[in-house]
C-alpha cells in the first residue's frame, strides 16, 4: 500500500501571510501530483497539478515538486480568510489506476 | 456544463437493504472512480474504473460493487449495507490516468 502522508494541522495564518501545505509520498515511480481544496461538507475541487521538478505557479498558488526527497508541496500568497480549507494532496501510483490522498490538512486564516 | 452527477445526494437505509448510487459524467472520461470519506480517515479508493468494462478494487472494496456498461456511467452498488458503510460518498471521473479527477457533489449514506 503506497502512502501519501501530511500534517493534519491545523495550520493558522494570518490574513495576507503565506500559507506553506507539506506532503510526502511513498511510490518513487509516481509522476502525477495533485492538490485538491475542500471546505467542509462540500466535494474536493482541484487546484493545482504538477508533473516535474521544480515550481508551478497559478496566481497565489505555487505548487512545488522534488521526486528525489519525494516531497511536494502548495504555497499560498497573500492568504485570505476564504482559503480556509482542507488541502488534500494526491498521487496516481505509478503501476496501477489508483489516486491515492493524503488525509489532508486543515488550514485557518485569520483576519 | 461538465460535470460528475451522482444521485441521491443524502439516503438513509435500514441494514440489509440493496441499494445503488448513481454517477454519470458528460465529458466522455476514460477513468471513474468512487472514494468514501470518513472522519480521521480521509478519501479512500472503493473501487475504479479504466474504461468501459474494465474495473479494478481500490483499497476499501470489501461490500461494493460496481459495474461500466457505458462510458458515462459507473454505480456504486451496496448489496446488503452495514453499519459500517455509513459515510460520505464521491464519485469522480478523470480524461485519463495521471489527470486530476473531477468529483460529484457527493452522497451522505446513513444505515441504521
Known amino acids: 500500500q503506497k502512502e501519501v502522508e501530511q500534517n493534519s494541522g491545523p495550520l493558522s495564518v494570518p490574513e495576507g501571510a503565506i500559507a506553506s501545505l507539506n506532503c510526502t509520498y511513498s511510490?518513487?515511480?509516481?509522476?502525477?501530483f495533485f492538490w485538491y481544496r475542500q471546505y467542509s461538507g462540500k466535494s474536493p475541487e482541484l487546484i493545482m497539478s504538477i508533473y516535474s521538478n521544480g515550481d508551478k505557479e497559478d496566481g497565489r498558488f505555487t505548487a512545488q515538486l522534488n521526486k528525489a526527497s519525494q516531497y511536494v508541496s502548495l504555497l499560498i500568497r497573500d492568504s485570505q480568510p476564504s482559503d480556509s480549507a482542507t488541502y488534500l494532496c494526491a498521487v496516481w501510483e505509478s503501476n496501477t489506476g489508483k489516486l491515492i490522498f493524503g488525509q489532508g490538512t486543515t488550514l485557518q486564516v485569520k483576519p | 456544463e461538465a460535470q460528475v452527477t451522482q444521485n441521491p445526494r443524502y439516503l438513509i437505509t435500514v441494514t440489509g437493504k440493496k441499494l445503488t448510487v448513481t454517477c454519470s459524467q458528460n465529458m466522455n472520461h476514460e477513468y471513474m472512480s468512487w472514494y468514501r470519506q470518513d472522519p480521521g480517515l480521509g478519501l479512500r479508493q472503493i473501487y475504479y474504473s479504466m474504461n468501459v468494462e474494465v474495473t479494478d478494487k481500490g483499497d476499501v472494496p470489501e461490500g461494493y460493487k460496481v459495474s461500466r456498461k457505458e462510458k458515462r456511467n459507473f454505480p456504486l452498488i451496496l448489496e446488503s449495507p452495514s453499519p459500517n458503510q455509513t459515510s460520505l460518498y464521491f464519485c469522480a471521473s478523470s480524461l485519463s490516468k495521471g489527470n486530476g479527477y473531477t468529483f460529484g457533489s457527493g452522497t451522505r449514506l446513513t444505515v441504521v
Open positions: 511510490d518513487r515511480g509516481s509522476q502525477s
